[in-house]
């Protein structure tokens, strides 16, 4: 039974026999869910959504973080919404939810997510991140993101509205990080400009700047790492332990940390790559590197001990 067959057969059936024909045409082949993905998101055509209006960018942070939201799911699939409710549309990893017919949002949750924006850019949101855009040239972002922005013949710019400030772009390739008690820009390619209560600073590639209190403070980008999330791979070449610490946490957007009577971690050097999608993993394979020790409270996580 192909996905097409699947879809006449559900809209003509009731909840019960929607239930039974989604098992069975699950059970016949594990490319069916692949197929129904595709078919999913061919519905939800994110990179294609047309005429949305322009917002305010210094109302969008509070927007997104303040409103409810409603999923928006074509009403006649409803073999996709009992699909998603068993966990078969999980491997998307993104939720898109409207509020109006002006603005749309992506959410990633569980996983790493890729999108294509409508004017050509591209994004690439971390876990528990939110993204609002409104089709054109304007987003507004709570959690962290990686951007790769399209240059416009016309000039136009591209901005992102933070917690904190606002980024104006013409086209590069950026990450942001936009949490409560944590504000930073950091270029990979280009240049941007970061604005905030009246003062703004221009970065360059190779820079980025952190919110300290209220003070705009930029540094040159040291860590070959820094846009490591993105990717979801971690490479070290003989670097310091306590630098690579430094590394793992920000990656895993986690506090990690050397307790204070550990002072050789600067003389351990790491050569290694990981590919793991969690500190846990990461923190097991260092384990049996320099037999680590550790503890986790809360969301901190604290090496007791260790051996180069």
């Not at 989604?22 to 129904?36: C, F, G, H, V, Y």
């Not at 002006?102 to 971390?126: H, M, Q, R």
């Not at 923190?283 to 051996?307: A, C, N, P």
Request: with cysteine; net charge neutral; hydrophobic share 35%.
């Amino acid at each position: 039974m192909n996905l097409r067959d699947n879809i006449s057969k559900l809209r003509e059936s009731d909840g019960h026999k929607q239930a039974d024909l989604i098992q069975m045409w699950k059970d016949e082949a594990s490319t069916n869910l692949q197929s129904m993905k595709a078919e999913w998101e061919g519905q939800l055509p994110v990179d294609q959504l047309k005429g949305y209006q322009q917002y305010p960018v210094a109302d969008a942070f509070e927007k997104i973080t303040s409103e409810p939201y409603h999923k928006v799911v074509p009403m006649w699939r409803k073999w996709a919404v009992a699909a998603l409710l068993t966990g078969l549309l999980a491997v998307s990893g993104l939720y898109l939810y409207q509020r109006s017919t002006s603005n749309v949002t992506l959410v990633a949750e569980a996983t790493i997510y890729n999108s294509k924006l409508n004017d050509g850019s591209e994004v690439t949101l971390d876990k528990n991140t939110r993204l609002e855009y409104n089709g054109e040239r304007g987003v507004a972002l709570a959690g962290r993101a990686f951007f790769k922005v399209a240059k416009k013949e016309s000039g136009a710019s591209f901005t992102v509205a933070l917690n904190k400030g606002k980024v104006t772009v013409l086209g590069t390739r950026f990450s942001v990080t936009s949490l409560p008690g944590e504000t930073e820009v950091a270029v990979e390619e280009g240049r941007v400009k970061y604005e905030y209560e009246g003062r703004s600073i221009i970065l360059n590639a190779g820079e980025r700047m952190k919110l300290s209190g209220e003070d705009i403070v930029s540094s040159p980008i040291l860590s070959p790492n820094q846009f490591s999330w993105s990717a979801q791979v971690l490479e070290f070449k003989n670097t310091p332990l306590d630098r690579a610490l430094q590394d793992i946490g920000r990656h895993f957007h986690q506090n990690l940390s050397l307790a204070s009577e550990i002072k050789s971690a600067s003389k351990c050097l790491l050569t290694t790559r990981f590919t793991s999608e969690n500190i846990d993993q990461v923190l097991e394979e260092l384990k049996l590197l320099f037999q680590i020790q550790y503890h986790k409270s809360g969301d901190r996580y604290v090496i007791t001990s260790m051996k180069c």
